[in-house]
């Protein structure tokens, strides 16, 4: 395939978020005095994914309103204290960049949320597309959840869905890549695991972080690539 421009899920796949996170949760829910149970912690794993208020309410069986103060005390306690990158993350988004390819964000993340973790990361450099929370009122597994990402790519780089890949690390963002008809490739450095594999996933789209993804774009696309990676 020709591939032009790649997609990334932020939370996993870029930014080490998936096993933190549930220890950030679980000191929330003690200071709020919510129970967090091992039941609890099955189902976040299970939901991960879903937009961050929502994921605590169903997980830990909480109100609306409780689930939103957690989730808002959660995105100021990553600011100040923001989670690491995956390790080689960085650099594989700089070569994707510097080979020419198009780095676009899909997140359920609040856009001020993003910009100021970007500042703190120096980030901002490495994608042209941002969808956030207030771009799109859909969510994955929902393929409209990439319509708002797919019209800026085709308006401003001329990307169509068939020349772009989605890098996900939930089933939940599977099943949306393949219902939006995107080549999706699935990273194990989110609550994704091996065994959970769909049959229709191929066992090559199964890489163990995103610093394996320059290879399998070198592998994968049928255009030019002017910069190894090393």
Same mark, same amino acid.
């Given at each position: 395939m020709i591939i032009k421009a790649i997609i990334y899920d932020f939370d996993g796949p870029v930014n080490d978020s998936f096993r933190e996170g549930l220890r950030r949760i679980k000191w929330l829910c003690a200071v709020n005095e919510v129970r967090y149970t091992r039941e609890a912690r099955r189902k976040l794993t299970e939901l991960w994914g879903i937009p961050g208020a929502e994921l605590l309410q169903r997980a830990l069986d909480i109100t609306e309103i409780l689930a939103k103060k957690l989730y808002s005390d959660w995105e100021k306690l990553d600011l100040r204290d923001?989670?690491? =990158?995956?390790?080689?993350? %960085?650099e594989a988004l700089f070569w994707c960049r510097k080979n020419g390819f198009?780095?676009? =964000?899909l997140t359920t993340r609040n856009r001020q949320n993003i910009n100021d973790i970007f500042e703190r990361l120096d980030l901002h450099r490495e994608f042209e597309v941002i969808s956030a929370k207030q771009d799109v009122e859909y969510? %994955?597994?929902?393929?409209r959840a990439f319509r708002f990402i797919l019209e800026a790519l085709g308006e401003r780089f001329g990307v169509t869905r068939n020349t772009c890949i989605f890098v996900g690390d939930t089933i939940v963002d599977f099943n949306a890549?393949?219902?939006a008809a995107? /080549?999706?490739?699935?990273v194990q450095t989110?609550?994704?695991l091996l065994k959970q594999a769909p %049959? /229709? =996933?191929k066992l090559e789209n199964i890489l163990r972080s995103v610093d394996e993804l320059p290879e399998w774009i070198m592998e994968h696309h049928e255009? /030019?690539?002017?910069?190894?990676?090393k």
């Open positions: 923001p989670m690491p =990158l995956v390790p080689g993350a %960085k198009v780095n676009a =964000l969510r %994955k597994p929902d393929p890549g393949q219902a995107i /080549e999706t490739v699935m989110g609550p994704f %049959k /229709e =996933l255009g /030019e690539i002017s910069h190894d990676y």
